[in-house]
């Protein structure tokens, strides 16, 4: 009878196998053992319990704890919740609903939120549902009007619409959210009502706010109504950006890019967001995974509502940039 393998081993082997996707002869190959050595050792973690396999109806939203602690070790985010993905749902709805199920929980002890654009912030706040009874609670846009359209139930913003469906009072931001020249923002942002509704929105208790990856989706859009010129498009690539919070860009590593793209923003900047006592950034789809790192790594973030898949590309490629 062979030796029994030791514990590291079946959590290597498992991680690997189970986290990172790596297939049987992969793992064998790094390993320098058979691929039947493999499959023993995966049997072993079973059996001991290093590995537990759960089967859950269709439909129902749960969550990935392997997934979780590894984004804790890796990123240090405090409250990750990773959503397994049910048969014939979008990465982007599943999302939806679990950040609003967070939302749902803590509502009654929060008196100000602020909230982002885009479609996974639509996501949630449609799958948000609570009795509009009054609460004592008041929603602040956390930028300008989104120029690639921001749009909830009954054409209504997201920020309408969940003021509405809570019983909150919602508040407006007078200003497009990204501009075309620095002199617009400039002149704006020096505007009295434009600073009142950034220090407002700067002051929320919780911001929720949509994770954007560099090129991709909405991210896209918003770097498309900058307007940059082809000196300032030039400087931006070259530092390398990863994605996008409240179309703040930074790279891989979380750093802001700063100028030309920060001098088209009206909104609360990355500075301000840190400060926030809770941010939670939501988004979905394997495209999403350089927005994802990045944004972890800026130190905004408390917490992240994403799909599995996600975040296990996320890891992929967090190992793989340094």
């Given amino acids: 009878m062979p030796a029994p393998r030791p514990q590291d081993v079946l959590v290597k082997v498992a991680r690997l196998y189970y986290l990172e996707d790596r297939s049987q002869g992969d793992i064998a190959k790094q390993l ?5 050595s493999v499959s023993r050792i995966l049997t072993s973690a079973r059996e001991q319990g290093v590995v537990e396999i759960r ?14 602690d590894a984004f804790k070790r890796e990123f240090g985010i405090a409250e990750p919740r990773i959503v397994r993905r049910p048969t014939g749902r979008a990465p982007i709805d599943i999302v939806g609903e679990m950040a609003a199920r967070v939302f749902e929980s803590q509502v009654a002890h929060l008196s100000t939120v602020g909230l982002s654009w885009g479609y996974t912030i639509s996501q949630f706040v449609e799958h948000v549902s609570l009795e509009p009874i009054y609460r004592d609670l008041h929603l602040f846009p956390l930028a300008g009007g989104m120029p690639t359209g921001d749009t909830g139930p009954s054409g209504n913003t997201s920020l309408e619409t969940l003021a509405h469906k809570c019983g909150a009072t919602a508040y407006r931001f007078e200003s497009p959210s990204v501009v075309e020249s620095r002199q617009t923002w400039q002149a704006l942002s020096g505007e009295s009502a434009i600073v009142a509704a950034i220090e407002r929105a700067a002051n929320v208790r919780m911001a929720v706010i949509g994770i954007g990856s560099y090129g991709v989706r909405s991210s896209a859009r918003v770097m498309e109504a900058m307007g940059l010129n082809p000196d300032e498009k030039a ?3 070259a530092r390398h950006p990863a ?20 001098e088209r923003v009206i909104g609360v900047s990355m500075e301000q967001l840190a400060k926030v006592p809770q941010v939670y950034g939501l988004c979905g789809g394997v495209d999403k995974a350089r927005g994802l790192v990045g944004a972890l790594r800026t130190g905004v973030l408390d917490g992240v509502v994403v799909d599995e898949d996600l975040a296990a590309a996320a890891l992929k490629v967090a190992r793989h940039e340094h």
């Fill in 32 to 36: 320098g053992v058979s691929r039947s």
């Fill in 55 to 68: 089967i859950h109806p269709p439909g129902q939203l749960t969550r990935v704890g392997e997934l979780e």
């Fill in 235 to 237: 400087e931006t690539e």
């Fill in 243 to 262: 994605g996008d919070l409240n179309g703040r860009f930074f790279d891989i590593d979380g750093v802001p890019l700063g100028p030309p793209t920060s």
